[in-house]
Antibody
Framework: EVQLVESGGGLVKPGGSLRLSCAAS????????MNWVRQAPGKGLEWVSS????????YYADSVKGRFTISRDNAKNSLYLQMNSLRAEDTAVYYC????????????WGQGTLVTVSS | VIWMTQSPSLLSASTGDRVTISCRMS??????LAWYQQKPGKAPELLIY???TLQSGVPSRFSGSGSGTDFTLTISCLQSEDFATYYC?????????FGQGTKVEIK
């Protein structure tokens, strides 16, 4: 069974940093591209970042470029999102998401972790 | 950036109804479109990919159609468990973008 479990969310002040983690199990993690997608309270879905299976290709939404860094450790079956210079508008549930066969659509989602940026 | 217009934003319907949700792109994306269902407090779930391919385990009352710029999600006979919010997503080019969502509520 595919499982994606996020951790690392919490309350942080504007300008602060946070590192999210996603522990993957039930599939060959090193064979799949992975993504972070977020959802602000009461709002729709927003794609944040994507990383290919070997970390060769990395993409970011303009809204986070230069502030967020996606990475992965295939030996640990883990995905990360380093978030710096956080803003109030980064407040959201952050989902770790598996991309089907590098095709672009998401076939599995984690349960999400809430990040709140507030003073 | 490929912009998406999803409509309607709110759809009131009854059990047994046939409902249709539309997603229109600012430029052609061939068939690189997915549909997701999200229930309150839960992560989204994949319903359809490649515009019309049903994900394994998804009931056949769900169907997708379209290519290029205009796409449709149809629920042929609405069930109680289908009341949820639905999103389209294009994966033709980065940045991936999602539609604004359509909430299907009980009339």
């Amino acid at each position: 069974e595919v499982q994606l479990v996020e951790s690392g969310g919490g309350l942080v002040k504007p300008g602060g940093s946070l590192r999210l983690s996603c522990a993957a199990s039930g599939f060959t993690f090193s064979s799949y591209s992975m993504n972070w997608v977020r959802q602000a309270p009461g709002k729709g879905l927003e794609w944040v970042s994507s990383i290919s299976s070997s970390s060769s290709y990395i993409y970011y939404a303009d809204s986070v470029k230069g502030r967020f860094t996606i990475s992965r450790d295939n030996a640990k079956n883990s995905l990360y999102l380093q978030m710096n210079s956080l803003r109030a508008e980064d407040t959201a549930v952050y989902y770790c998401a598996r991309e089907d066969d590098s095709s672009g659509y998401i076939d599995y989602w984690g349960q999400g972790t809430l990040v709140t940026v507030s003073s | 950036v490929i912009w998406m217009t999803q409509s309607p934003s709110l759809l009131s319907a009854s059990t047994g109804d046939r409902v249709t949700i539309s997603c229109r792109m600012s430029q052609g994306i061939s068939s690189y479109l997915a549909w997701y269902q999200q229930k309150p407090g839960k992560a989204p779930e994949l319903l359809i990919y490649a515009a019309s391919t049903l994900q394994s385990g998804v009931p056949s009352r769900f169907s997708g159609s379209g290519s290029g710029t205009d796409f449709t999600l149809t629920i042929s006979c609405l069930q109680s468990e289908d009341f949820a919010t639905y999103y389209c997503q294009q994966y033709y080019s980065f940045p991936w973008t999602f539609g604004q969502g359509t909430k299907v509520e009980i009339k």
